[in-house]
T-cell receptor, first 114, second 116 residues
Framework: SQQGEEDPQALSIQEGENATMNCSYK?????LQWYRQNSGRGLVHLIL?????REKHSGRLRVTLDTSKKSSSLLITASRAADTASYFC??????????????FGKGTKLSVIP | ETGVTQSPTHLIKTRGQQVTLRCSSQ?????VSWYQQALGQGPQFIFQ???????GRGNFPPRFSGLQFPNYSSELNVNALELDDSALYLC???????????????FGSGTQLSVL
């Protein structure tokens, strides 16, 4: 089952604009990660935010987390054509004995037009 | 490049057949997870292996099984293939998870399986 729901499902912007993607989840989490996927290939880790953090930055990426609303947002500033990809949020659940799984949302498909 | 390699990249099977997918983990990683990604969906957790034993499983039937070898490479086996098994299968390696979690997963490029 999908834990996260990204919003919007698809986003099209001009190069240089900012892109904001949102993620909502259902149960309590330890951490939330964002991943990027190009053209149905492997996912690449972008950024991690822990449940006791509210905001993190990495280069042109800014992630916020609101655990009271069970939501997160990913902001990509000054977008480039190379940012065109699908973006997924993933929440984790540690179930003991080292069992650890990520639960992904359905993703936001971002298109950056040159 | 994540250092995680999967083979084959594409595979076509017919319903009822069996398939084996392979994954070579990134150097230094001792944990491997497998995910299934249907078209237009996010990846779904199948199972995780550590020290050659399964130590976590998602909502997948027993006909999905796996192996992890001493060199941390891994296999995913699917028996009695069904049409709904058509998907991209992703392998991800990582370090053994801690209680606080947050381990970064390093994904391979996946195997695209089509069941006819």
């Amino acid at each position: 089952s999908q834990q996260g729901e990204e919003d919007p499902q698809a986003l099209s912007i001009q190069e240089g604009e900012n892109a904001t993607m949102n993620c909502s989840y259902k149960t309590s989490i330890n951490n939330l990660q964002w991943y990027r996927q190009n053209s149905g290939r492997g996912l690449v880790h972008l950024i991690l935010i822990r449940s006791n953090e509210r905001e993190k930055h990495s280069g042109r990426l800014r992630v916020t987390l609101d655990t009271s609303k069970k939501s997160s947002s990913l902001l990509i500033t000054a977008s480039r054509a190379a940012d065109t990809a699908s973006y997924f949020c993933a929440t984790d659940a540690y179930s003991g004995a080292g069992s650890y799984q990520l639960t992904f949302g359905k993703g936001t498909k971002l298109s950056v037009i040159p | 490049e994540t250092g995680v390699t999967q083979s084959p990249t594409h595979l076509i099977k017919t319903r009822g057949q069996q398939v084996t997918l392979r994954c070579s983990s990134q150097s230094g990683h001792n944990t491997v997870s497998w995910y299934q990604q249907a078209l237009g969906q996010g990846p779904q957790f199948i199972f995780q292996y550590y020290r050659e034993e399964e130590n976590g499983r998602g909502n997948f039937p027993p006909r999905f099984s796996g192996l992890q070898f001493p060199n941390y490479s891994s296999e995913l086996n699917v028996n009695a293939l069904e049409l709904d098994d058509s998907a991209l299968y992703l392998c991800a390696s990582s370090l053994f998870p801690t209680v606080s979690g947050g381990e970064k997963l390093f994904f391979g490029s996946g195997t695209q399986l089509s069941v006819l």
